[in-house]
């Protein structure tokens, strides 16, 4: 079963190893260079594909910490829901952690705890920002 994921590394040459393997296997793969660039790909996955979605994840730090903190490495996988409880526990048996931070659906973007942005007006932002811009400019 091929899935997309997003690859979180901040080391280059591992991000593009990890998504070199995961592209032979077949997988859709984006990188980012760490969190807040994640987000953003999970932003970009979402317009592309025009299904929202709804991060929450189950953790004990800030929201702040936990959506722009370093890490090692993360890896996002978006895959059937029927899939989920497999996936995630054939990563404990390989000693990986792994953890669901939230489902895809809808038309909006959300963020627990902070308010949810629709997909159409996310786009428009998105793609609509630099004619504005240009168009601004003519006129000064």
């Given amino acids: 079963m091929a899935s997309d994921i997003l690859i979180v590394d901040d080391e280059e040459d591992i991000r593009e190893l990890v998504a070199g393997i995961l ?3 077949g997988h859709e793969t984006r990188t980012a260079h760490d969190a807040d ?3 953003a790909a ?6 592309a594909g025009g299904i929202g979605a709804r991060l929450a994840p189950d953790t004990a730090l800030p929201l702040h910490v936990w959506a722009f903190a370093e890490d090692q490495a993360r890896y ?3 895959l059937p829901e029927s899939a989920a409880a497999a996936f995630l ?20 973007l959300t963020l627990e705890g902070v308010k949810p942005i629709s997909l159409k007006a996310l786009k428009e932002a998105h793609e609509g920002w630099l004619p504005a811009y240009m168009a601004a400019g003519a006129e000064l």
Avoid: H, N, Y
Wanted: net charge negative.
């Fill in 23 to 25: 592209g032979d296997e």
């Fill in 89 to 108: 526990e054939r990563a404990a048996k390989a000693g990986i952690p792994a953890a669901r931070i939230g489902t895809t659906g809808g038309a909006e």
């Fill in 42 to 47: 999970i932003a970009e996955m979402a317009m």
């Fill in 76 to 78: 996002a996988v978006t």
């Fill in 37 to 39: 660039s994640a987000l």
